[in-house]
């Protein structure tokens, strides 16, 4: 059994698709100008029916991804293919071209029209681009190219069917028919019309009429269709640029101050630079349970690493501790906790630097930055907050309230002892500072 995603099945892919496309700008190009016996039809034609005998063969031996499971089970496959592809895989492997050439059927019949029904097999062509682009590529880009090649894939298929209805006209080159047919088409489904070629007796009439129509349609549809895609290219940086224009516009018209403005201008900045804009709680907030807690693990896997703490921790720990922990960001100057409140939360620095700092902010403990904590010791003591501490810089911080510390608290005492050892030889240090603090006030 050939795995659905494995480095081979693609490479096969890639091959059915370069064959696909090559039939299916040959066969109508060779039928309209009767060169069905020249060589390069004829191994163009050898090589499709075999590729796609085989891909045949391939797709009963490929496994198919069912809820998440890789099913093996030869029965279960084919059953899956007979109900799916099969019938257009068959059509398309049918020896026509073949049976034709080896009948030696008068070339420019009209029974060689019969090697069209090869390009059935282009039904296949929009799955297999998205399986050959996996994940990798951005699927706006992947629908435009569709849209793009299915457009140009009509034009020629046009193209050819105006060369079938028009006389040869005596001395013109293949490719200068093809380029003037090419022309035309394009002129008429992007309804331009000079009208510079214009269709003669009732056949061309109607088969004009047709393509007008089709390519009227089709023109709407790119037209509709264009603008939607382009925009989706980048879906999470139309989103922000429509959020920063609706904040701004709200700004202005509210007379914010333009300090102000530029600060909230700096923090989306700040928000794009450092997550393009998503907030991942949101973001992962429709997920079942265990996804987003390994999701989440692996989110937030640097922080993990950052916080020495965690290093000896369990990997029980690790997961009650990420699952409930909140990202939250602080701009520059913005005071996190404030001396003497009441706290409910303790944070672990990502990214950025905090000062710790007394009441009055005439002294400064201790700069703070990634993989250090604070808060703790409001949290262990129920007491109130001993520092104040102020983001010097964009500050990415996680928040664990007091309900998950507590919790953690009696579930994995050793790991607290950590943080207690910290929060004492943090409140030893304040005490000594206060205290000689004083003392230097009762000598003035
Ligand atoms: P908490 O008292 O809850 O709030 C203020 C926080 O500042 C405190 O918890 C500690 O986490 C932190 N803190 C206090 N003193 C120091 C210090 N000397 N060095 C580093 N951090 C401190």
Redesign the pocket.
Known sequence: MIHLESRIKKCWDLTVLVVTIGTALVIPFSVVFKNTGEPVPILLTFLSTIVFIVDMFVSFNTSFIYQGKNIEDKREVARRYLRGWFTIDLIAALPLGIILTFLLTPEGSAVHLVRVLALIKLFHVGKTMQRIGGTNVNPAILRLSLLVFWILLAAHVASCGWIFLNETPVGTQNYERYIRAFYWTITTITTIGYGDITPEGPRQTLYVIFIEILGAGMYGLVIGNIANLIANIDVAKTQYKEKLDKINTFLKYRNIPVDQQRKINDYYNYLWESRRGYDESSVLADLPGPLKQSVLLFLNKEIIEKVPIFEAAGEDLIKDIIVNMEPVVFTPGDYI?R?GEV?FD?YFISRGRVD?MSADETAR??T?TAGQ???????LLSMP???T?KATEYCDLYRLDKETFDGILTRYPDFMKNIQAT?DA??A??DARTQAAKKTKQKD
Not at 373 to 379: N, P, V
């Open positions: 906790v001396a706290g303790m710790v403990y201790a703070l904590f604070f808060g703790e010791i409001a949290l907050r001993t520092a501490i929060a943090r409140r240090e304040i």
